[in-house]
């Protein structure tokens, strides 16, 4: 722990340099520009601009690339908040509550609370993840294929109970995902399963094509559908920043998707696409009025007594 400590300071006295927090800055611009394009997710940016980083010394062009993704993960919230299309995979399920903001005018509010959330979620994990590195490790390296089967089967699980309904439907559900899962090249074999004779299914169906065109074009489809133009809404500076109330309602989600994120992350397998579904559905069963809008919303509205 000592020795942990001491990695710490002296990784803390280099990070803090004002060369290398000028590229941290740098990246972290640049990865939310590129977040916000829908489809580029945090890895794509990263390979897009790695050339960038030939040239520079180890520590900024680390520096600088992990900027990009934390960076390119919070820009994927910025097209779902305001236009109800995923940046990336895990923004996906904040186009439904984020949106819903939106509409009311609270679309600054979401996106504060997302930045917020995110900062205060990644800081903390990292830092967990420090201190709890090496049991990790170790214990990470006990895995094989039955642990892996069972870590599947059971995320599974928890996502048909977590989503609510019916559960053979989420089943059904998860089933289907299984089976668009299989399409592509297998790592194992290399045998190429059901490609119909079309080379691109070989690297798969990526969450992303499919969240996307999920989201993206069905909100296109309603918005032609509705023939009404889009509103636009000019909020003052002031109404950019959540409300007390507000804060009030998210801190406690912001506090159990750290704990959630972080627990599901380190397992190996599941990323921060599955940690996203499991919070949110944690979020909506433990809401008195899951089906009507996001608890900051609700706790906005009741602020102004305002009732349904």
């Not at 640049?30 to 794509?44: C, K, M, Q």
């Not at 009507?292 to 009732?307: F, H, I, N």
Request: aromatic share 8%; proline share 6%.
């Amino acid at each position: 722990m000592i020795e942990t400590l001491q990695n710490l300071m002296s990784g803390f006295a280099t990070a803090l340099t004002p060369a290398v927090l000028m590229y941290a800055f740098v990246g972290c611009v640049v990865g939310t520009l590129v977040g916000i394009l829908p489809g580029v997710g945090p890895l794509a940016g990263i390979s897009l601009l790695l050339p960038v980083s030939f040239g520079l010394s180890a520590t900024t062009a680390i520096v600088l690339l992990a900027g990009i993704y934390y960076g390119a993960m919070y820009g994927g919230s910025t097209t779902s908040i305001l236009m109800r299309i995923p940046g990336e995979a895990a923004s996906v399920m904040t186009c439904i509550d984020g949106y819903a903001m939106t509409q009311k005018g609270r679309g600054g509010a979401a996106l504060a609370i997302a930045a917020v959330g995110s900062f205060v979620a990644g800081t903390l994990s990292v830092v967990a993840l420090m201190l709890l590195a090496p049991p990790l490790a170790e214990f990470a390296l006990r895995f094989g294929p039955p642990e892996n089967f069972a870590l599947l089967v059971l995320g599974l699980l928890v996502l048909a109970y977590m989503s609510g309904g019916s559960m053979p439907r989420s089943l059904m559900m998860a089933a289907f995902g299984l089976l668009l899962g299989m399409i592509g090249i297998d790592t194992m074999s290399g045998y190429f399963r059901f490609h119909y004779g079309v080379a691109a299914l070989g690297d798969g169906i990526g969450i992303v094509p499919v969240a996307v065109g999920l989201f993206g074009i069905s909100e296109i489809m309603l918005s032609a559908a509705r023939g009404t133009g889009t509103v636009i809404h000019k909020p003052r500076l002031r109404e950019l920043l959540p409300s007390r109330a507000e804060w009030r309602a998210a801190a406690a989600p912001i506090g159990r998707g750290t704990v959630l994120g972080f627990l599901i992350g380190i397992i190996p397998g599941p990323g921060h696409v599955i940690s996203s579904f499991v919070s949110y559905s944690v979020e909506r069963r433990l809401s008195s009025r899951p089906g009507l809008q996001c608890a900051p919303e609700r706790a906005r509205r009741a602020s102004e007594g305002v009732t349904e």
